[in-house]
């Protein structure tokens, strides 16, 4: 599991845009490195077995890639992603299902 500290110091890197991350519904938080200037989303869909995606806008020109049929499959609560998005909109209603891809919104055409 991941601190605090390793979260904040991870979306420093995203708003930064030095580097992206894949979340995955274990915990693991890895790097995930550009395809070049952007991502290749075909990439992303088979990596973290997406049929379709949903970008979920965050502030600070953060976005999260996640699987729009995650509820449907019945994917497993993504805790990490969860967090985020729920203190990014101070709204702990919702949560995300599966992995999820972070980076900085320029990453994703």
Do not use: W
Request: aromatic share 10%.
């Amino acid at each position: 599991m991941q601190t605090k500290t390793d979260i904040i110091g991870m979306l420093n890197m995203v708003v930064s845009n030095e580097k992206g991350f894949r979340l995955s519904v274990d915990g693991d938080i890895s790097e995930y490195k550009f395809d070049g200037e952007t991502y290749d989303i075909q990439k992303i869909k088979d990596l973290c077995n997406f049929d379709y995606i949903e970008l979920v806008y965050l502030p600070n020109d953060i976005i999260m890639i996640v699987d729009e049929e995650g509820l449907l499959r019945s994917k497993p609560y993504n805790f990490v992603a969860s967090l985020i998005y729920q203190a990014a909109y101070n709204d702990k209603s919702l949560g995300i299902v599966g992995d999820a891809i972070l980076c900085h919104t320029s990453r994703v055409k």
